[in-house]
């Protein structure tokens, strides 16, 4: 069974910097980073496939950046220029079917989120 632990969540001014850590214990094919503000429904904001193609939404394309280190089985989220818009719970979510995508019912297990605030 896969399990997923979030880290590094935290508070920052705008156009600063956060990265973002899931730590992955068992198989997974894709993984991806979903955000959820207070009210709104979750969004893709990253995901990678098995052989680390990525895919972003326009929202933060090239600003947002996802990899994996399979050694330290661990998926990163680095986040840079960082709007009060991006402010929200971010999950790390797994998925072991064949399809990737920024899409959450591709997505099997989910990580108990990490908090990002961005201030003005």
């Known amino acids: 069974q896969v399990q997923l632990v979030e880290s590094g969540g935290g508070s920052v001014q705008s156009g600063g910097s956060l990265r973002l850590s899931c730590v992955v214990s068992?198989?997974?094919?894709?993984m991806g980073w979903f955000l959820q503000a207070p009210g709104k429904e979750r969004e893709g904001v990253a995901d990678?496939?098995?052989?680390?193609?990525?895919n972003y939404p326009d929202s933060v394309k090239g600003r947002f950046i996802i990899s994996r280190d399979s050694l330290k089985k661990t998926v990163y989220l680095q986040m840079n220029d960082l709007k009060p818009e991006d402010t929200a719970m971010y999950y790390c979510?797994?998925?072991?079917?064949?399809?990737?995508?920024?899409?959450?019912?591709?997505?099997?297990?989910w990580g108990q989120g990490t908090q990002v605030t961005v201030s003005s």
């Open positions: 979510a797994a998925g072991t079917g064949n399809i990737c995508s920024l899409l959450s019912r591709h997505f099997d297990t």
């Open positions: 068992g198989y997974t094919q894709c």
């Open positions: 990678i496939d098995g052989l680390g193609r990525t």
